[in-house]
């Protein structure tokens, strides 16, 4: 095949995707409702803030009016993590007042109001009393704050929105004073809660907030916090319980009311609480188009709620979405117990993963490298016998084949509620050995483990398969898993995070390793090639659709991977310019898809339509300057990161110049399998480029390497078994052979 018939079919192929891609797009976006176009105030509602409040602290004896919220309204679990590693309740108003991440600015000792110099969180501040005027104090410091932590976040939007369409917000309560605050800190209306009084307060405005107290646990909170509580957890609860019930009586008939916990309890992060009950809002669940997971929500979807209930059209601007209600097919006791179960198995399981992704990855690393270093000294010191030594190859090779399976196992491990035993470390590790067993089982017995890249393809094969599935099936399986998703950090929800693009995107070009090199070797390139690109642009599209992967950096970084494999696999050198024509079609490729996505209504852009528009508002260089700042500080956050570029350096000499600095094995697997240093290249490029353009990109190289190690490993001592097997099948012939010279 000739260069040009060649660019022309892949630019085909990529206006083929483009417009698949586009198609459905719209097609996804027929079924979205109008947003609102009412330029005045059509609804009411009141919103009941608390913090610290999650669903397990709800049962029908000690809270029974919460207990009715959840039987009788559409709940959810919250996600509040703002600018802090925990939310403090200054933190949550704020959020809501913005309808972005915002926070306090730390007191004293906080630099750039994201902590103090050593870089802890510092402790929770008091709200502060609204002074005579209105003018609320210490305002100036928390818009200095949302003007450095790079979230774009607009103090006093929800006040200002509703105001400019001729309404007004009452504010009964401190912390729902900075919710109703205008861009200024002037809070027009503002009494403090009381509930002789609630039914005057209730009736002046469309939109009341009201602040019935945070929940703060005693034990878990931080020494120097102002908001230490003198009551026990559960008398707070009970206390925010009763002043709820007391709104209830006083709430006007045709009101939606939402309750929703905004903060955090201490110096725990954990996933919250919210419900909503009213004309509009029966027994279900909730949703949002910000997290695509039913029952999951996340603070900053109160805001455009808010806005949408009184028909004021939200900023596109804002991250979060209108909440949705879905109904519950019956309203019972029974029904809100199974309700709760799910909502708890939310908040339990992104809590218990959270402690251990670290204890878990350590060990396991380490195991894998004492048992390698092990057995490269007894080989290199010729312990026992050839036999002997030949077994402890065979076993190596099979025990690195298994820790290849360990990172789709961690995300296969969530079919099974592991987080609801007592000890979870001991469960969740019981269950990715179970399913680590079940795919390397898989790998190392069937008909296929004759082939030298057979238990590659496996593996390989099953991790892009499982991750695939998983992220069409709206990312369940990573969202609290070892090495997916992590809700209450809440950075993403759904598609393709950067662990999980590093383990598919790494799985898939190892998976076009082996497909194409059993095509290169029996005599068919272009059938290679054809195969390899369509893998290859299958999973770019998995990763960079918007109701998937939702991924922008991902097919940046794969992309470029699999075209270089193509063309070595066509022993095509493309010119500079050819080179500079393929960097402009992908990055084309990019910007349409993220422009396509745009077209659609805000509330239902996914990553690459938000940064479209946020480009458009002239914030796309705030975004870009936070990843970076992100990716930097994972760098040099932990002493073990700062080896991925020296790692990386030393991977892309080896590949340059295999003869000389690679691992005799590795070149005898070099000399046995032509499309594996090519492939390596590829994958290498991959990590490289996903390292530089992505938020957290230095996990990227190291994540991927999870998969790539131990199979590299196996595909080594694999070769160097095969040798010294047709060495032992050669020295009785050439014994025989020199006996019958003589």
């Keep these: 095949m000739t260069r040009r018939p060649l660019f022309a079919a892949a630019t085909a192929a990529a206006l083929l995707a483009v417009i698949v891609i586009g198609s459905l797009i719209a097609a996804s976006s027929s079924d979205v409702p109008p947003r609102a176009a009412s330029t005045k105030i059509s609804g009411s509602m009141v919103v009941i803030g608390t913090g610290g409040l999650s669903w397990g602290d709800i049962s029908p004896r000690t809270t029974p009016t919460l207990w009715s919220l959840l039987r009788d309204g559409a709940s959810a679990t919250l996600g509040v993590h703002s600018v802090h590693a925990n939310t403090c309740p200054v933190d949550g108003w704020l959020t809501l007042s913005a309808g972005e991440q915002a926070g306090d600015a730390g007191g004293e000792g906080a630099v750039g109001g994201l902590g103090d110099s050593s870089g802890a969180r510092p402790p929770c501040r008091a709200l502060p009393p609204l002074v005579a005027g209105g003018k609320l104090p210490r305002w100036g410091e928390y818009r200095a704050a949302a003007g450095a932590n790079g979230f774009d976040a607009s103090l006093g939007l929800l006040g200002e929105q509703v105001a400019s369409h001729g309404g007004c917000v009452q504010a009964v309560g401190p912390g729902a004073a900075l919710g109703a605050a205008r861009a200024s800190g002037m809070v027009v209306r503002y009494q403090p809660f009381d509930a002789s009084t609630l039914s005057s307060s209730l009736a002046g405005c469309p939109l009341t907030l009201i602040d019935v107290g945070p929940v703060r646990d005693p034990g878990d909170a931080n020494p120097r916090d102002e908001t230490r509580p003198t009551t026990s957890r559960a008398q707070q609860v009970a206390a925010v319980d009763a002043r709820v019930a007391s709104i209830f009586l006083a709430a006007p008939a045709g009101t939606d009311v939402v309750l929703a916990s905004l903060a955090d309890a201490g110096a725990t ?222 950075g993403r929800f759904y598609g393709m995070g950067n662990v999980t693009f590093a383990l598919f995107a790494t799985a898939t ?202 199979l590299l490993i196996a595909i080594a001592l694999r070769a160097l078994e095969n040798e010294k097997d047709d060495a032992n099948e050669a020295g009785p012939a050439l014994t025989r052979a020199s006996r019958h010279r003589r």
């Excluded at 894998?368 to 190859?393: F, I, N, P, S």
């Excluded at 019981?430 to 393809?457: D, M």
Aim: glycine share 8%; charged share 15%; with cysteine.
């Design 509 to 710: 070009l190892l998976l076009c390793i082996a497909v194409g090199d059993h095509l290169v070797t029996v005599g068919e390139p272009v059938k290679a090639a054809a195969t390899v690109a369509a893998i290859g642009m299958g999973a770019v599209i998995v990763d960079a659709a918007p109701w998937w992967g939702s991924d922008l950096g991902g097919p940046t970084a794969l992309l470029p991977a699999v075209v270089f494999l193509v063309l070595t696999i066509l022993k095509i050198r493309p010119t500079w310019r050819q080179l500079l024509a393929i960097g402009g079609g992908i990055g084309g490729f990019i910007l349409l898809l993220g422009l396509l996505d745009w077209l659609r209504p805000a509330e239902s852009r996914s990553h690459l339509g938000k940064f479209v528009q946020t480009t458009l508002d002239g914030g796309a260089w705030d975004i870009i300057v936070r990843k970076l700042e992100q990716n930097i500080t994972l760098l040099f956050g932990n002493p073990l990161s700062l080896f991925i570029p020296v790692a990386l350096v030393l991977l892309v000499r080896m590949l340059a110049r295999p003869a000389s600095r690679a691992p005799v094995p590795l070149q005898r697997s070099f000399a046995v399998i032509p499309l594996l240093r090519p492939g390596l290249i590829a994958v290498t490029l991959m990590w490289v480029i996903g390292f530089v353009l992505n938020d957290s990109g230095a996990a990227i190289p190291a994540v991927g390497a999870t998969v790539a190690l131990p």
């Design 269 to 490: 992060e954990r996933l919250r609480m919210v419900a909503v009950t009213g004309p509009h809002f029966g027994a279900g669940t909730l949703e949002s188009g910000s997290t695509r997971q039913p029952g999951l929500v996340q603070l900053t979807d109160l805001t455009p709620t808010i806005l949408q209930a009184l028909g004021i059209p939200a900023p596109p601007s804002l991250g979060g979405a209108p909440l949705r209600f879905v109904p519950a097919h019956e309203r019972s006791d029974q029904a809100a117990d199974e309700r709760l179960r799910a909502l708890l198995d939310y908040d339990e399981s992104s809590h218990k993963v959270h402690t251990l992704v670290e204890p878990f990855f350590y060990a396991w690393a380490l195991l894998q490298l004492a048992l390698y270093l092990t057995v490269a000294v007894l080989w290199r010191r010729g312990w026992g016998t050839w036999a002997q030594r030949q077994r402890l190859l065979r076993a190596t090779r099979q025990v690195a084949i298994i820790a290849a399976t360990v990172p789709v196992s961690t995300f296969l491990a969530n079919l099974l509620p592991w987080w609801r035993f007592s000890n979870p470390l001991v469960s969740v590790v019981a269950c990715v050995a179970l399913f680590a067993a079940a795919v390397s089982a898989l790998a190392l017995l069937g008909p296929w483990r004759r082939w030298q890249l057979g238990p590659l393809a496996v593996v390989c094969g099953t991790t892009v398969a499982v991750l695939a599935l998983d992220v069409m099936a709206g990312s369940r399986l990573q969202l609290s898993s070892l090495m997916g998703l992590q809700p209450v950090i809440g």
